[in-house]
């Protein structure tokens, strides 16, 4: 069994965990697209969103889209460089997801940064969330975008929980609790330190120098658009490159449009459970994280929480994600 440890993890096992600095009222957030360009009113109906719950928020400077990508690779780069070291920005939330993220990561990028900034977004970022807890941990924000969740309103379908992204990014003192609005797949009750997204962009983390630790997690693996077949694919290949040797607990996510090509045979549900319940650790299935029609939640990546399988699942924050 190929040993769950990447080139960086046993220097960062023994490294700080880094929090960002609370948003408070008037903290300035910037939207950058690291990936794929993004709707303009579904950005400007983020962008509202972000003014509503209090931050100064702005349109992002137009850029030169590049066939998929919202723009080069250097530019999107530069831009997300310049935005975590810009004393006047004091987080990033992402446009959209898409593709692309993966181009901006480098041996040089992590030593390019200076203070830990949330950075806020789900989907493709996670190659930038993986990266940054991997090779500086930071705490980052698994959660909405400016143009996916942030865009259609608070605790509507298709929007984003306002209760978990308020305590992920302001609260300070203390952890907190979420119910999970997902069904047991293995129950019981595990700590571990809250890691994961995208599962196809944790896969792809496999084998570069920012692979994903996940020994002692609680891993959250969601994603859309996948036949049951094809999570099984990412499934086993999580199992047999070792990374679900030492897991803590797991949380998936609803897998919208992951419908079985043909009547009756297996759900992405009956797969997880086939392959995952075997390992006998918590795991709740359906939560609305990532992608999601429902209200997404907010998850700070990089802290300890604890899950709770009984009932619709409870992740208990452990810990503030961010400073004062």
Known sequence: MTPNISASSG???????????????????AVF?????????????????????GFAA???????????????AGARRAEFVKLLNDACVDALVGSRGGYGSNYLLDASLASALDEPKAVIG????????????QQRRWVTFYGPMAGAGLDAGADA???YDEKSLRASISETDRGWNTSLRGEVLVGGEAEGRLLGGAMTIVEATFGTPWEL?????????????????????VLMHFKQAGKLDCVAGIVLGDFPDCEPPVAGSPTVRDVCSRILGRLGVPIVFGAPVGHTTRP????PLGVNARLRAQGDGTLEILEAAVTR
């Open 157 to 159: 379908p298709g929007g």
């Open 58 to 72: 702005e349109m992002p400077e137009p850029g030169q889209p590049e066939g998929y990508f919202a723009a080069s």
């Open 11 to 29: 220097a960062q096992l023994k490294a700080g965990v880094h929090k960002p600095k609370a948003l408070e009222r008037g903290a300035r957030i």
């Open 213 to 233: 630790d996940t020994r002692g997690a609680i891993l959250i693996l969601e994603d859309r658009g996948m036949k049951p077949y094809q999570v099984d694919r």
């Open 33 to 53: 697209a690291p990936a794929s360009p993004g709707s303009e009113a579904k950005v400007a109906a983020g962008v509202g969103e972000l003014r509503g719950l």
């Open 122 to 133: 789900f989907s493709d970022l996670t190659s930038l969330q993986i990266f940054l807890w």
């Open 296 to 299: 997404m939640l907010t998850l």
